[in-house]
């Protein structure tokens, strides 16, 4: 149910900044991302800084790696924590995995 409601509030907070132009920041929180990834430090994931490290001027290949479809290159050791998460993100839409991408690397 609380997720429910988070969904439903992420999904009102999308139509109200624009529905036209999918924001990789709000896909990025709303699919828990954050939980595991801080911008700037490692936590349970590695960090944003370090993954747009990892993939400069990579972007395909980050985008196939959330498609299911890559190979860890940041954390291979611990890809067994990210794994289950490539489920939400090889069912988003292109538009809204593109901005994704772009969000991570962007740090
Ligand atoms: C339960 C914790 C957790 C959550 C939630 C999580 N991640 Fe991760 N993520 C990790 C860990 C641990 C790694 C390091 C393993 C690896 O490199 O694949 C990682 C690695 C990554 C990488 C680097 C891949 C590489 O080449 O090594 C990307 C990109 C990434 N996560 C994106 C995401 C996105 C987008 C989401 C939200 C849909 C997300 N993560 C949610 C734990 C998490």
């Known amino acids: 149910m609380k997720k429910l409601i988070a969904a439903v509030a992420a999904g009102a ?4 900044t624009g529905a036209f132009a999918a924001n990789g920041q709000q ?4 699919k828990g991302c954050a939980a595991c990834h ?10 944003l800084k370090k993954i ?3 993939y400069k001027g990579k972007k395909d ?11 860890p290159h940041v954390d291979p050791a611990k ?9 939400t993100t ?18």
């Open 13 to 16: 907070m999308l139509t109200a």
């Open 27 to 30: 896909v990025f929180q709303s």
């Open 38 to 47: 801080n911008p700037n430090v490692d936590t349970v994931g590695p960090s």
């Open 52 to 54: 747009a490290q990892a």
């Open 61 to 71: 290949e980050l985008i196939k790696f959330l498609k299911g479809q890559g190979k």
């Open 79 to 87: 890809f067994a924590i990210m794994r289950p998460q490539i489920n």
């Open 90 to 107: 090889k069912s988003l839409p292109a538009d809204q995995l593109e901005a994704l991408a772009d969000f991570i690397l962007s740090h």
